[in-house]
């Protein structure tokens, strides 16, 4: 259910290693002004391009988890300060060229398999790429390193890295033990 009406923002370029003031600003804005469904769409897969006398760099796979990352922790951030629940809900969403029919085009920083890879993870989340920490971190890892090793990972192994999180009584040799046991290939990433 949407309150008060939904919002779409989407940096769609950048210029810089960080996002633009308004990607944080906006949301805090309506956030302020009473609404609580928020959307925004995170492109990846990009080229190098200029336009409007400005320089833009394509995206690498680490510059796609900072901008989850960041959606995720402003969501956090807003409902730790004010008096109702935020949701920001962020939707990564594949550059493909109007001019690929084929729709098989892969960036200069990405590659096919982690295309793949991202599309497998985001299986879970419907496309939603933010959702709470704990689901976050284990779809997505803990930081840019995590993420890009999960892209790496043999597809048909992708489903089991929930499998990983500690279970209750277990100590962390246990849980080291299952992984090592079910994922050989994990100590070579």
Same mark, same amino acid.
């Given at each position: ?19 633009? $003031? ?5 949301? /805090?804005?309506?956030? /302020? ?12 897969? $990009? ?10 760099? +394509? ?6 988890? *900072? ?8 969501? *956090? *951030?807003? %409902?730790? *300060? ?6 920001? @809900?962020? =939707? ?10 084929? /729709?098989? =085009? ?22 939603? $790429?933010?959702?709470? /920490?704990? @689901? @976050? &971190?284990?779809? @997505? ?14 597809? &048909?192994?992708? $489903? ?8 209750? %009584?277990?100590?962390? +040799? ?13 100590? +070579?990433?």
């Amino acid at each position: 259910m949407i309150s008060r009406g939904a919002v779409s923002s989407s940096p769609r370029c950048r210029r810089t290693r960080t996002l633009p $003031g308004s990607f944080r600003l906006r949301p /805090r804005l309506c956030a /302020r002004n009473g609404i609580t469904h928020m959307s925004n769409y995170l492109l990846y897969n $990009g080229e190098d391009f200029t336009g409007k006398g400005h320089s833009y760099h +394509a995206d690498t796979p680490e510059d796609l988890y *900072e901008r989850m990352r960041i959606s995720m922790d402003l969501c *956090e *951030e807003l %409902n730790a *300060e004010l008096d109702h629940k935020v949701a920001i @809900f962020s =939707f990564p969403m594949r550059y493909i060229p109007l001019s690929d029919l084929k /729709r098989g =085009f892969v960036g200069a920083r990405w590659n096919a398999k982690y295309l793949r890879a991202l599309q497998r993870m985001l299986i879970p989340t419907q496309g939603k $790429g933010v959702s709470s /920490r704990s @689901f @976050f &971190e284990a779809d @997505f890892g803990t930081s840019p390193d995590e993420f890009v090793m999960y892209l790496a990972m043999p597809e &048909e192994h992708l $489903g089991w890295r929930g499998h990983f999180a500690k279970r209750k %009584n277990e100590t962390e +040799a246990d849980t080291a033990a299952r992984k090592r046991r079910l994922t050989p290939w994990w100590h +070579a990433c």
